[in-house]
C-alpha cells in the first residue's frame, strides 16, 4: 500500500479509550453524517470494545477541508490510517454511505495482508459495477427533502440557515461521491459480511440489502430491524446487543 502520510487521529476519533479491549470496531458514518454520531455506540460499549469512529473530512472540526471527493480515495486514506490500529482484530461497521465505505476499506486492508474479523454493511444495497445503485439527488432542494425523509438529520439543523451553511457542503459533496461510486465487477471481501436494514427502508428494501451475498467469499448473514432507514437510531440498543454479542464472540480463525 503506497504511503499517504496521514494522521490517523485526523481521521479516527477514539471517545472511549479501552487500553484493556480485546476488540477493535471501526464505525463509518452515513452521507452527511460524522464521527459523532457514533458517540452513544462508544459509550456502550467501552470496555471489551475499542471504538475508532471514522471522521470525513469537510465537517465539524474538519469542515475547513474539501468534503469527500472520491469513495476509492477516501477508502485509501482510511485504510493508511488504521495501520496504527491493527494490534486489535478489527470489525467494521458502516451505515448508508458508510458501508460502501468500510467495504472498500476491508478490500485495501485484506489486499496488503491485513486481517479483517467481520465486516458489517448497514442500511446499503450491494454495490453494482453498471451504476450507482441508488440515484442520488444533486441539487441543494433535493438532497435536503431526501435528508429529511430519511430522518437522518436532526430537523432543527435543516431549519437554521447558520447551521445548514455548514453541513450542506459536506451533504453535496458527498451525495456527488456516491453517484460517482462503482465497485469493480470482481470486488469482494474475504471476511465474513452481514447486512443489516430496516424492514421499511425504501431506499434499502431487504432482498436488495441481500445482494451483498456476493461480496464475501466467507459467510453471510442478513438481519433485518423494525424501522426505515435510520432503524440504528430508533433501535439502538438492539443494534449495540448486536455488535456486543459479535464482538463478545470467538475470533475468526
Known sequence: MTSLSLDSDLWCR??????????????????????????????ALCGPVDLLAVQYPGRQDRREEPGVQDLHRTADEVAEALRRWDDLPLT????????????????????????????FVSGRKG???DGPELAHPLDDEAILAEVREMSGTDARLLEDEELLGMVLPALRADYRALGAYRAERDAAVDCPVT???GDRD???????????????TAAFDLKVFPGGHFYLSDRADEVTGMLREHLAGPQRT
Open 195 to 197: 447486512a443489516v436494514v
Open 202 to 216: 425504501r431506499w434499502t428494501p431487504v432482498p436488495e440489502a441481500g445482494h451483498w451475498r456476493d461480496r464475501t
Open 14 to 43: 477514539r471517545f472511549h479509550p479501552s487500553p484493556t479491549a480485546a476488540r477493535r470496531l471501526v464505525c463509518f458514518p452515513h452521507a452527511g453524517g460524522s464521527a459523532s454520531f457514533y458517540f452513544p455506540v462508544s459509550a
Open 127 to 129: 454495490p453494482s459495477a
Open 92 to 119: 467494521l461497521f458502516g451505515h448508508s454511505m458508510g458501508a460502501l465505505v468500510a467495504f472498500e476499506v476491508a478490500r485495501r486492508i485484506e489486499r496488503a495482508g491485513g486481517r479483517i474479523d467481520h465486516l
